[in-house]
């Protein structure tokens, strides 16, 4: 009887999926109520949206600049990320958000939620608790017409899987010309360190966000005429080693109240995370286009 649970339980599961964005609408997503049009020469959307990014896949499903924003974000402004209810949450772990200006080469952190994202504290269910996260956008966050939001984030139980969703913004009223944040962490995908099975400890595979270096980002006609998809955006990374992570700046991604206290990490990586598509190595190796 049990036997028969446990197969009913996996299959709810496999059909259900696991967590995705809902608003803003991610690209190639079929789930929302108002999705931007396909861009020419992509026949169909993603139905398996809630599935995590393959192990030795692209992290995006594609480099071609999306036609049409899914919304518009102000700077300075509280921004608000939502998720499609009844996906399985797998007890948490860590997710970011993090901003790219170049479709995807680059990314800094807006905001991240360590430990226990999608609940209020730890849990080894698969119901999450929370389906949405607000957080200040950073006032001087350029303006854009073609910014990108990257939601991704490692399960706390489970394979070792990374979850990686991507939507077009509009970003307005911003203040600067670019924003310095933390560089947005790839983990459990091919090139990069693997984070293990929490276990019980919610302190696993922390020292990868708490040390990584910071990413500066610039959005080409940030003065004024936003990034037209054709553009590619600036960045320069500061590739200081783990053991002595770089000095935050006003700049600093928020953290939700919901995130628990982060222990100081040992220095036991062989360099801070390069750029979005660059594998770890101690010197970042040249960016490459999402395929």
């Not at 999926?17 to 020469?41: D, Q, T, V, W, Y």
């Not at 102000?74 to 921004?79: L, R, W």
């Amino acid at each position: 009887m049990l036997f028969k649970v446990a197969i009913l339980a996996a299959l709810i599961s496999s059909v259900a999926g696991h967590m995705a964005m809902s608003e803003p609408c991610p690209r190639f997503s079929p789930n929302c109520a108002n999705k931007p049009p396909l861009p020419a020469g992509v026949s169909d959307y993603d139905y398996s949206i809630k599935s995590p990014v393959p192990y030795d896949g692209p992290l995006m499903k594609s480099d071609i600049p999306w036609p049409e924003s899914a919304t518009t974000w102000t700077a300075g402004q509280p921004a608000t990320v939502k998720f499609q209810p009844g996906g399985a949450a797998h007890g948490g772990g860590h997710c970011q958000f993090s901003i790219s200006y170049d479709n995807g080469k680059t990314a800094a952190v807006v905001h991240e939620v360590l430990q226990h994202c999608f609940f209020s504290g730890a849990s080894g269910g698969n119901g999450a608790d929370i389906f949405e996260y607000t957080f200040p956008l950073p006032a001087t966050m350029p303006s854009s017409d073609n910014a990108l939001l990257i939601w991704t984030w490692v399960n706390a139980v489970g394979n070792r899987e990374f979850y990686a969703n991507s939507a077009t913004l509009k970003i307005v009223g911003g203040s600067g010309n670019s924003y310095t944040g933390k560089q947005m962490t790839i983990a459990n995908h091919a090139g990069y360190e693997t984070i293990p099975e929490f276990s019980g400890n919610y302190a696993t595979g922390l020292q990868l966000y708490t040390n990584a270096p910071n990413i500066t980002i610039t959005a080409p006609g940030s003065s004024g005429s936003g990034y037209t998809g054709e553009q590619v955006a600036s960045a320069s990374t500061n590739n200081a080693q783990p053991s002595a992570p770089a000095a935050p700046t006003s700049s600093a991604p928020a953290h939700d109240s919901a995130t628990m206290a982060v222990p100081t990490a040992s220095a036991t990586l062989a360099a801070a995370v390069p750029a979005y598509h660059a594998r770890i190595a101690p010197i970042p190796a040249p960016p490459t286009k999402c395929a």
